[in-house]
């Protein structure tokens, strides 16, 4: 899959809120019940009293849960959805001033549940979440992709959640459908990086040489196939690895021949690794 398929792919993809479902192997945290949201603190909230516009307004929910609502002064609608406040509200208003109260309540703008998206996305920053939302939803609403973005996703849950870890999720796994963890949802406190994309580079006597994505799995026989192959007059038993960490530097020598033939192991190769095939001496 392309590279701008995967992108607006990621794009096109619908922020709703979905069930919730376990947000890793076994785990039952989720930030409200299946059906929908949950009202919490800071968000914005449109309160419609059909026939009374007086009463009808924009609410902030405060720190303790509660709006300040006319005839029935503070209420409490944190930790309830959107409907189950209007009722509430309604109850409210009926026992002293309505006969039959209609009423909706909608979220204006989402304050109360955060995750923190980091790095290769058009819009990084701190997220709303909406309901319960998958990885792939919250990239969505960060603007999905930039060209630049790697192939891995790394989720990184904090200890206050009762569960700490960090997940790695192939983006392309994740579009195609066969992650494990397609399904997964982010929890308030997430924060979700998306590395950009990592390159090796090869010289010499090949095919093409030149500058290479590097993938998990990139090892020197398949950045020796990307690159066509080898030279008329390659040094084949005298391959030069060039690899840096930090301030050091190191070359190692490598012989393909004992790599194809299995007396030694095939290597794996770090981003900005640069392999230099020599031409043979006659």
């Given amino acids: 899959m392309s590279r701008r398929l995967l992108t607006g792919l990621l794009a096109l993809a619908v922020s709703t809120a979905l069930p919730a ?4 192997e ?4 989720t930030i409200g019940p299946s059906d929908g949201y949950i009202l919490g603190p800071r968000d914005i909230v449109t309160v419609t009293v059909y ?3 007086q009463l009808s307004g924009d609410y902030e929910i405060g720190e ?3 709006i300040r609502f006319p005839l029935i002064n503070t209420v409490s609608i944190g930790g309830l959805s959107p409907q189950a406040a209007a009722e509430k509200m309604e109850r409210l208003l009926e026992k002293d001033y309505f006969v039959d109260a209609q009423l909706s309540l909608a979220v204006k703008e989402f304050r109360s549940y955060a995750v923190n998206v980091v790095g290769e996305v058009k819009q990084p920053g701190r997220k709303y979440l909406k309901g319960p939302m998958t990885v792939l939803e919250v990239i969505t609403e960060a603007g999905g992709l930039t060209p630049d973005a790697g ?3 790394t989720l990184q849950r904090p200890e206050t959640l009762g569960k700490t870890g960090v997940y790695t999720i192939r983006v392309a796994d994740l579009i195609a459908g066969t ?8 929890l308030p406190g997430d924060t979700l990086t998306i590395t950009p994309r990592s390159y090796f580079y090869i010289q010499g006597e090949v095919a093409k040489p030149g500058r290479y994505e590097i993938t998990p799995d990139t090892t020197l026989l398949k950045a020796i196939a990307l690159a066509g192959g080898f030279g008329k007059f390659a040094n084949v038993k005298d391959i ?3 690899r840096e960490s930090g301030s050091d530097k190191e070359i190692l020598k490598v012989n393909y021949r004992d790599i194809k033939s299995q007396k030694a192991e095939d290597i794996l190769l770090l981003p900005s690794d640069t392999l230099i095939i020599n031409k043979r001496i006659f």
């Fill in 21 to 24: 479902v376990s947000p890793g």
């Fill in 26 to 29: 076994g785990d039952a945290l």
């Fill in 51 to 53: 026939g009374e516009p």
């Fill in 64 to 66: 303790n849960g509660s």
């Fill in 151 to 153: 192939d891995v996703v």
């Fill in 179 to 186: 992650s494990p963890r397609m399904q997964m949802r982010v």
């Fill in 240 to 242: 030069e690895l060039h």
